[in-house]
C-alpha cells in the first residue's frame, strides 16, 4: 500500500489543531511532568534542520510521558525582543514589531509542520506587553528588595528601611555597594533624597556608574557574551570600555546559594564546571596597604595571605578611582595613554590574554604593612576592577602573570620559604628570586601560614579574613530601542517605580530607532514619554516640568529579562492579575526536564536561577531552582561547499589544481551543486550574486570540484538544509527519526540528506505491516511466543532508551524489530496496536493514521505505553556453541531449564561429540549457563 506521508501528515496536524490535542489544563488528578525547550529567538531566517534537534527530543519524552498517564505541560514561545529586529528596522525603517510578527509565524509553520505536540494556547512573545506588564513588575519588586545576610534572603525594602529607623546601620548586615555607617536619628533627619540615596545603595535593582562594553555603531551597552574579540558579534563593529550611569542586578548577593543550588541539580557535569568557574568562590584575606606621600590606601583581596612577604609591587585595575589621584604629573601622560588602550579591551579579553602583560608605572609607592619596604604601583589590563577591589599585590614568585609582569618591567622577585611542597613547585625561576625567611612562616604548612598571617592582619587593623566571588553584579540596562522600557521615572535626581496599577509601561512610537542628537537613547526620540505623578498616566514629553510631570527612563532592559522567568509565565499565562497564580506555580513546580544548548551555561541559566531564588524569597513561588533535570542537546553540522578563487582575479581554479595557485577559499551556496554531488554548476554560481557574473573558471576533466568541509550549519556559511523541504520529500516523521537517528543526543554530528532514504524505507516497510497488498489487514488471532517476544523485547529497549535519553539506538530497534516481523509475516493486533504506540512519540503521524485504521476514535496520544512481560523474553532453547581445545566445533540445541550437569551430559552423549572423543575421557568440562561448553581432551 503507498504511504502517502504528505496526505497523512497534513490531515493530523490540522485534527491536532482542530481538537487542542495537547492542550494542558491545570487542574487534573494526573501527576505532572513539565518539558521544556530554551526560549527561541525568532529570527528572518526560520528554521534550519539543526534547530529541531533538541525540539524532537523533548518532543518524544513529552509524548512517552502522556502515554504514561502524566499531565504533561510542553509550552512554546518566542524570545522576541533584541538587536536583529532593531537593527534590520534602523536599515528599512520598518517597525521591529511587524518583522518580528513575521518572523513568528514562519516559525510557528515550521513548527507545525515537524508535529510538534506543544500547547500553543499557552504560547508567550517577550515583546507582548502583556508579558512584558509582569516583567516590569519583577524589576519593581526587585528594586523595592534588600539582601538580609542574617537571613539570607531578598525581603522587602520596608524592612531595611524600619532597621534604619530602629537602629540605624548598627548590626546591619546587607549586601550593599559601599559600606555606611549612620545611627537612627540621622536617618530620621535626613531629607527624602538622601534618604532614596541610601536605599539606592542596597536595592537588588540598583543604578550605579558602571564601566560597560559600549559600542558607539550600535548606540549601546553589550554583554560579555555579545562582544568577541573587541567588536560586537551582531555587525562586528568595534567596542569599548565605558563608565556609564547603568541599571544593575545584585546577582552577586546570591553567589553562594548559587553555588550550592548546583549540588541539587541533574544537569552536565561540564555546564556546573561553566558556572563554579564564573561565580568564582575564593577565600583569603582584604588587606590594606598605605600610599607613600598619600592618605589614601590601596585595599587588596588575595587569596594567598601568607605570600605578603614575597609581594615586591602593587597593580591596580586602569579604571581604579585611585589611578587619577595617585598618578605623579611626570607618568600622567603614558598612564593616560595606557587607559585609552585598554579602553579597547572587553574584560573577557583581558581575562584571556593570559600571556601579553602591559602596563605603566604610576610614580608611587605602597608600603609593605610587614615589610615597610616600598613596592611601585602599576596599573595593567590583567587587573580588572570588577573583581576583588581592584588592585592586587604581586608577588611574582608565585603567580604566572605576576612573574611575566616583573621580568618585563625589570621587578625585583622574591620566593617565600615555605615547607609546602604544592607551593614550592609553583613557583617562578627560583634561581632569579630573593628568599625571604620570615618568622611568621618557618616550619608551617600553607594552611598553618595562611591563618596565621590573617590573624596578625586583622591585629594590626589593616584587614580581615574573608570569602570572595569572581561573579559581578548584572548589568540590566541597553541604549536601544525594541526591549521592555523600565519602569522608572526620576524626580529631584532618584528614580522612583511607577505604580503598578500604571502596568504595562507600553513602548512609545518614535520616528526613527537612533539615538537623539543629545545622544540619549531612542526612547529620548518618543513624543508621548513622561510620568504625570499627579494624575498617575503618561503625557507628551513637553509638559515635563520637574514639579509633577517626570521623565522617564530612557534606557531599555537587556535581552535576558523576558527570557530569565518565562518559564513561570508557561504555568498561567492568561492572568492578568499575577504573572502565574499560586495554585498553578505550586502545581508545576519545577521544570522537569530542560533541553537546549549548551551556550547558555552562564547567561541565561544563572540568570534565571537567580530570578527564580528571588521569587522563591519573596513568598512567590516555591521552588528554589527552576530546571531540575538540563540535556545539552549537540549540534547537526551542515557540509559546507568551497570555490577557490585565485587572488587579484575573478578566476575560479577546481579543487584539485587550487594548490598550483595563490588562491582563497570562499563559501558557496550548498544549492548550486550538482545533485548531491561536489561538482559546482557554474551557471548557477554566476546568476548567484552580481560580482559573480563574470567568473571564470579552470576546470579539472571538464568539471568543477568544491572542497567540502563538515562545519557548524549556518546562514553565513551557506550549508543549511530547509526542513520544509525534508518534509516535503520525505516527511516529518522521516526528519524527526532521522535527526535522532543520526547518533547520541548529546554529541554534535553532520547532516547528510541521502541517509534519509534509510529511514524514510522503514517507514514504508512499518507502514506495509498493516496491509495486505492493497488491503488494510490485521488479524485477531493470538501472537505466537516469537512475536510477543520480539514485541517485548523493544518495549524493554524502548523503555530504557528513552528514560536515558538514547534515542539513536531506539530508531535502530524500531527498524530490527520491523524487519523481524515482516520476516515472521505478523499482522496480528495484539502485536501491531502496541507496536504503533511504542513508536508514535517519534513518528507521531504514521501511528496515528495507523490507530485510526485500527478502529479507534480517539488519538493514540493517550493511550497507555506498552507494559513489558519479561516472561515473553525466557528463551524456551538454549543453543549452545561447543568448543573443543578452544576451538568451536559443534552447535547443540537444548531446553533453558536444564543444570549445568545436565547439559555436560547431553553434551558428552551426542553423536558429534563422541566422534571427535573417539573413546577418549575428556580431561575438562566447563559449562558456561545458557552461554557456550568448553571442553579439554
Same mark, same amino acid.
Given at each position: ?279 568564582? /568562590? ?5 588587606? /590594606? ?15 594567598? !595571605? ?192 511607577? !505604580? ?20 540619549? !537613547? ?30 522617564? @527612563? ?61 521569587? /522563591? ?156 497488498? @492493497? ?85 493514540? @496520544? ?38 549445568? /550437569? ?19 575421557? !575428556? ?15
Amino acid at each position: 500500500m503507498f504511504y502517502d506521508h504528505q496526505q497523512i501528515e497534513k490531515k493530523w496536524q490540522k485534527y491536532w489543531e482542530d481538537n487542542q490535542t495537547y492542550k494542558t489544563s491545570n487542574n487534573t488528578d494526573k501527576p505532572k511532568f513539565y518539558v521544556l525547550d530554551m526560549f527561541p529567538y525568532p529570527s528572518g531566517a526560520g528554521l534550519h534542520v539543526g534547530h529541531p534537534l533538541g525540539y524532537i527530543a523533548s518532543d518524544i519524552y513529552a509524548r512517552y510521558k502522556r502515554n504514561q498517564g502524566f499531565n504533561v505541560l510542553h509550552p512554546v514561545g518566542y524570545d522576541s525582543f533584541g538587536l536583529p529586529a532593531e537593527q534590520y528596522a534602523i536599515q528599512t525603517g520598518q517597525h521591529p514589531a511587524i518583522t518580528t510578527e513575521q518572523n513568528i509565524n514562519r516559525y510557528e509553520e515550521q513548527l507545525r509542520k515537524i508535529g510538534f505536540s506543544f500547547d500553543w494556547s499557552r504560547e508567550v512573545r517577550t515583546s507582548d506587553a502583556s508579558y512584558y506588564k509582569w516583567t516590569q513588575w519583577i524589576f519593581i519588586e526587585l528594586f523595592h528588595s534588600w539582601y538580609n545576610k542574617n537571613t539570607d534572603k531578598a525581603e522587602s525594602i520596608s524592612t531595611l528601611i524600619k532597621h534604619f529607623e530602629e537602629k540605624g546601620t548598627a548590626d546591619l548586615n546587607a549586601n550593599q555597594n559601599d559600606e555606611l555607617n549612620f545611627t537612627a536619628e540621622e536617618w530620621k533627619n535626613a531629607s527624602e533624597i538622601d534618604k532614596e540615596d541610601i536605599l539606592l545603595n542596597y536595592r537588588l535593582a540598583y543604578r550605579a556608574e558602571t564601566t560597560v562594553n559600549w559600542c558607539p555603531a550600535l548606540g549601546t551597552v553589550l554583554a560579555n557574551d555579545e562582544v568577541k574579540d573587541g567588536k560586537s558579534e551582531r555587525g562586528g563593529f568595534p567596542v569599548f570600555q565605558k563608565k556609564m550611569m547603568q541599571w544593575s542586578m545584585r546577582i552577586s548577593a546570591y553567589s553562594e546559594r548559587l553555588l550550592q543550588g548546583l549540588k541539587t541539580l541533574d544537569w552536565p557535569q561540564p555546564l556546573k564546571d561553566s558556572q563554579e568557574y564564573w561565580i568564582g /568562590k575564593s577565600q583569603g584575606a582584604q588587606v /590594606k596597604f598605605n600610599v607613600d606621600g598619600h592618605d589614601e590606601t590601596v585595599e587588596v583581596f588575595t587569596t594567598r !595571605p601568607d605570600t605578603i612577604f614575597g609581594a615586591t609591587f602593587m597593580v591596580l585595575a586602569p579604571e581604579n578611582p585611585l589611578v587619577e589621584t595617585i598618578t605623579t604629573a611626570e607618568q600622567k601622560a603614558e598612564v593616560d595613554t595606557y587607559i585609552e588602550e585598554t579602553s579597547k579591551k572587553t574584560e573577557r579579553d583581558r581575562m584571556s590574554d593570559v600571556k601579553n602583560v602591559s602596563g605603566a608605572f604610576t610614580g608611587s609607592y605602597a608600603i609593605n604593612p610587614f615589610s615597610n619596604e616600598k613596592m611601585p604601583i602599576y596599573i595593567s589590563d590583567y587587573v580588572l576592577m570588577g573583581y576583588g577591589t581592584g588592585a592586587v599585590m604581586a608577588v611574582p614568585a608565585h603567580d604566572e602573570r605576576d612573574h611575566r609582569f616583573a621580568k618585563k618591567f625589570n621587578l625585583e622577585i622574591k620566593k617565600v620559604v615555605e615547607t609546602d611542597e604544592d607551593v614550592q613547585e609553583k613557583s617562578f625561576d627560583s634561581k632569579d628570586s630573593v628568599c625571604v625567611n620570615s618568622d611568621f612562616l618557618n616550619g608551617l604548612n600553607y594552611n598553618e601560614a595562611k591563618v596565621l598571617i590573617i590573624d596578625a592582619i586583622e591585629k594590626k587593623g589593616i584587614g580581615h579574613g574573608t570569602t570572595n566571588y569572581r561573579q559581578r553584579d548584572a548589568i540590566f540596562s541597553r541604549q536601544r530601542y525594541w526591549g521592555e522600557p523600565v519602569p522608572i521615572y526620576y524626580k529631584d535626581g532618584m528614580p522612583y517605580t511607577l !505604580p503598578t496599577s500604571a502596568l504595562p509601561l507600553e513602548l512609545p512610537e518614535v520616528e526613527k530607532y537612533l539615538p537623539t542628537e543629545d545622544g540619549d !537613547p531612542p526612547l529620548g526620540n518618543a513624543k508621548s514619554f513622561a510620568w504625570d505623578e499627579a494624575n498617575q498616566k503618561i503625557v507628551d514629553t513637553n509638559l515635563i516640568d520637574e514639579k509633577t510631570i517626570f521623565p522617564l @527612563e530612557l534606557s531599555t532592559m537587556p535581552g535576558w529579562a523576558g527570557s530569565s522567568w518565562y518559564f513561570l509565565r508557561y504555568m498561567d499565562p492568561k492572568n492578568d492579575k499575577m504573572f502565574a497564580s499560586p495554585e498553578a506555580s505550586n502545581y508545576w513546580g519545577q521544570v522537569d526536564l530542560y533541553i537546549g544548548g549548551s551556550e547558555h551555561a552562564t547567561g541565561h541559566l544563572l540568570y534565571s536561577r537567580f530570578w527564580n531564588m528571588f521569587l /522563591k524569597d519573596r513568598g512567590y513561588i516555591n521552588n528554589d531552582e527552576p530546571f531540575q533535570k538540563l540535556i545539552n542537546q549537540g549540534m547537526i553540522l551542515g557540509m559546507s561547499a568551497f570555490v577557490y578563487r585565485i587572488d587579484g582575479t575573478n578566476q575560479y581554479v577546481s579543487k584539485n589544481l587550487a594548490k598550483e595557485y595563490q588562491t582563497q577559499a570562499i563559501h558557496v551556496d550548498v544549492s548550486l551543486l550538482k545533485g548531491t554531488s561536489d561538482e559546482l554548476d557554474t551557471e548557477a554560481f554566476k546568476a548567484w550574486r552580481p560580482d559573480y557574473a563574470d567568473a571564470e573558471f579552470i576546470l579539472e576533466d571538464g568539471k568543477y570540484i568544491t572542497g567540502r568541509e563538515v562545519e557548524k550549519m549556518s546562514k553565513s556559511k551557506y550549508n543549511v538544509v530547509n526542513p520544509d523541504d525534508i518534509c516535503e520529500e520525505y516527511g516529518a516523521d522521516g526528519l524527526r527519526l532521522y535527526e535522532m537517528f543520526l547518533g547520541p543526543l548529546e554529541q554534535s554530528k553532520p547532516w547528510n540528506t541521502q541517509g534519509l532514504s534509510g529511514v524514510y524505507g522503514f517507514l514504508k516497510k512499518f507502514w506495509n505491516l498493516y496491509f495486505n497488498g @492493497e488491503v488494510f489487514e490485521v488479524s485477531e488471532e493470538e501472537p505466537t511466543k516469537a512475536e510477543y517476544k520480539v514485541l517485548h523485547t523493544l518495549i524493554k529497549k524502548v523503555v530504557y532508551d528513552i528514560e536515558n535519553f538514547s534515542f539513536n539506538t531506539s530508531v535502530s530497534s524500531f527498524m530490527i524489530a520491523v524487519n523481524e516481523l515482516q520476516k515472521i509475516k505478523c499482522n496480528k493486533r495484539n502485536i501491531l496496536e502496541p507496536l504503533a504506540v511504542i513508536i508514535s512519540p517519534y513518528a507521531p503521524h504514521i501511528c496515528e493514521e495507523l490507530w485510526s485504521k485500527l478502529g479507534h476514535n480517539e488519538t493514540i @496520544e493517550f493511550e497507555k505505553f506498552p507494559l513489558l512481560n519479561e516472561d515473553y523474553l525466557i528463551e524456551d532453547e538454549i543453543l549452545y556453541p561447543v568448543s573443543v581445545n578452544g576451538k568451536m566445533k559443534f552447535k547443540i540445541s537444548l531446553p533453558s531449564t536444564l543444570s549445568p /550437569k545436565e547439559v555436560e551430559d547431553s553434551v558428552l552423549q551426542d553423536d558429534k561429540m563422541g566422534q571427535i572423543l573417539e573413546g577418549k575421557t !575428556p580431561k575438562k568440562i566447563i559449562v558456561v549457563p545458557k552461554k557456550i561448553v568448553n571442553i579439554v581432551i
